[in-house]
Every structure is written in C-alpha cells, then in structure tokens.
C-alpha cells in the first residue's frame, strides 16, 4: 500500500510537472488560467486531468477539437511515477546507502520511520528538480532558474534541518580517530553516511561539529556553490580553447541545485558522469532516428547550445547531467570510499583540479576549428 501510495504520488507530481515544463520556458503563469488546450483554448475537464488515465481515455487528443497533445505529457507522469517508487524502495524498504537508523522492520511495523520518510521527502524533492529541468532543457534548450533555486533553497534548509551524519548521532563520526586525516588508508569506508552523504571536509572544524546545524549549512551551500563553480570553469576553459560558446549557465544551476542536497563531492564527480551519459544519450538519438537530411547545415559539436534554435548535433547537457547525478548518488556507497584520499586531501585535490583544467584546455584548443576565409562578396 505504500508503494502503491508513493507511485501515484509521483504521478501526481509529474502532472504538475507538465505544467511547469509548458508554461515556464514561455514566462506564463503556472496557476492562471487552468489546464486547457493550446489549440481550442478549451479548458480541460477535472476527470480528462487525471494522470495517465485521462491521456489515454482521450487518446492523446483534444476532447473538443481533436488536436494531438504530445506524448511528453504521458511520459513525464509515468516516469515521475517510477522515479518515486523506486526512490522509495531504494532508501526506505532496502536501505541502499547502508545507514543503520534507516533499517525498517517491515514485519514489526506498517508504519515507516518518520526519519525514514523525511529523507524520502527530501530527496524526492530533488528528484522532481532534475526531472523537470531535465525535460525543459531536453524540448527547449534552456533550464529556467524558476525550477533550480526554489528547489536548491529547499536543499540548503533541509541541509540545515538533517545535518551530517544525521539520521546517525554525531557520534559515528568518532569511527575514524581524532586528529587522524580522513584521507589515511585505514580509514578508507570509516566515514559515515547521512541524508548528506558526506560532510564538506573531514575531521570537521570545530565551530561545525557532526551533528550541528553549522555543519549541515555550510555542507549545503559549498555544495551548492561547487556545482555551480565547476560547470561555469568548465565552460570558460573549453570557450577560451575552442572559441565558441559551449555548455549553459543553467547546467551550473543545475549542478548548483544537486550539490545543496548531496554535497560537493558528488555535485563535481556529476559533471563527468553525466558528460559520458550525454554522449550515451546522444548516441542513442542517433541509432533511433538515424542521420540527419544531407541538406542539414553541419555545426561543431557543442554540449548545450545558447541561443538560436537546435541544430542536429547540438546536445542539451541537462538530461545527461542529471542522470550523471543520479548515478553518481546511488554508486556512492562504492565510489565514496575508492575516492576518500583525493577528497580528503586538500593539495592532492588542488593538483588534480589544475591537471584536469590544463587537459581542458587542451582538448578544447585541438578541436578548435580555423577560422573560415570571408567569402569576397561579403568583403
């Protein structure tokens, strides 16, 4: 009954979803006027609104004047539906992160912990963010900051509310010995697990021991502020190489909004995780929909386009990187511990930073395209 209870949740919030995803890119208002069709401007009925049911009932249709509504409306509350269910099952029936206090007896009790159902809720919170910044951006390139910094401040108080290592007491934080780095190899595994994964550095300072609301606070925003940082050095590199505008400073909202939940750890990890699951995305697009027209103008490949309309190799970042973050989350009980020294270790961490900035630019400046002869006519 709770699985049953969170999917169509989730379905109702992929409805409101929808409504987020056509209204915003066109700066119209979310509540005024209701639900109607874009053709007719006939208002839809309550009983036509139902999520999934009334798609299929009206056949992808307009009741009155028949015009097709398109199939994102379907897709965006089923997998909304599937994205709580499962998030739900991950964290609060098998306890993928491994956290003690989050176990559930679901023999002893019908009732999940209210521990158990905040962190769902707070999660779930940011699930919604990176679905709909994923949609707008993959249908018009843009991710409007409407979406990434109400949910991103949602992140910070939450941070805030839950800190490192909570549900866990501050004491799991004495696994590793103090006055021992947490970059030493006998303490590879030792750090604790929260609704924050991890802290924003370890052993914690003094004036934001484990447990406080400093500590959360401070996590959340570093988080938030690494996500953002990260993307727009990234952007500036590759710019400054290749010569042309490439990614969005809405994938930097994006990544700013995913590190006030999850920290900065895995908000920088993200962006090379979800740059792989763009190129996934973009191959598959490729398989499915096979070349495009031998009269399409062929562009330089860029990860998001900035202005003027998509062109055929153009890729919206936004989809590839909140799968990156996605994955990254839930592969943290494995990848947390493989990457504790170089997190952990503050000039270990600043090489790595400038070797992977200098191979940056590099890259982009050996993709870098000569510029073009001006045709005479234009001269």
Known sequence: ????????????????????????????????PSSRCFACSRPIRFTDNVPIL?????????????????ARYLWVEL?????????????VLVNWHRIPEMNFNRLASNLPPGRCLAMFGYHATLVTGLIAAAAIDAEHRIIPMQITYPVMV??????????????????????????????????????????????????????????????GLLTSLIGALAGSLVVRATKWLFETGFGREALGLGDAD?????????????????????????????LAEFLLRGKPPDNTVPT?????????????????????????????????????????FPFFDGETL??????????????ALFLRRPAEAEPAAAR
Not at 262 to 281: D, E, K, N, P
Not at 350 to 363: E, H, S
């Open 154 to 215: 949602v992140g910070i108080i939450g941070g805030a509310l839950m800190p490192w290592p909570w549900p866990q007491p501050p004491s799991t934080a004495n696994a590793i010995p103090a006055g021992q780095p947490w970059f030493m190899i006998q303490n590879f595994g030792k750090v604790p697990t929260g609704v924050q994964p991890w802290p924003f550095w370890g052993p914690t300072p003094a004036f934001a021991p484990p447990g406080s609301w400093q500590l």
């Open 254 to 282: 994006l990544l700013m909004m995913a590190g006030a939940f999850l920290g900065w750890q895995i908000a920088v990890l993200s962006l090379f995780a979800g740059a792989f699951a763009g190129l996934m995305l973009k």
């Open 300 to 340: 330089p490949p860029t990860l998001v386009p900035v202005t003027g309309p998509p062109q055929a190799r153009e890729l919206p970042f936004g989809p590839g990187l909140a799968i990156g973050v996605v994955a990254t989350w839930f592969a943290w009980p494995w990848l947390g511990p493989q990457l504790q």
């Open 79 to 91: 997998g909304t539906g599937v994205a709580f269910l499962a998030l739900f099952v991950a964290e």
């Open 350 to 363: 600043g090489w790595l930073g400038a070797m992977m900035g200098v191979g940056l630019l590099a890259a």
């Open 54 to 70: 009334g798609y299929l009932l009206l056949r992808g249709k307009c009741r009155f004047c028949k015009a097709p509504f398109s």
């Open 1 to 32: 009954m709770w699985c049953l209870g969170v999917f169509v949740l989730g379905l109702c919030v992929g409805s409101f979803l929808n409504v987020l995803i056509a209204r915003l890119p066109y700066e119209k208002s979310i509540i005024w």
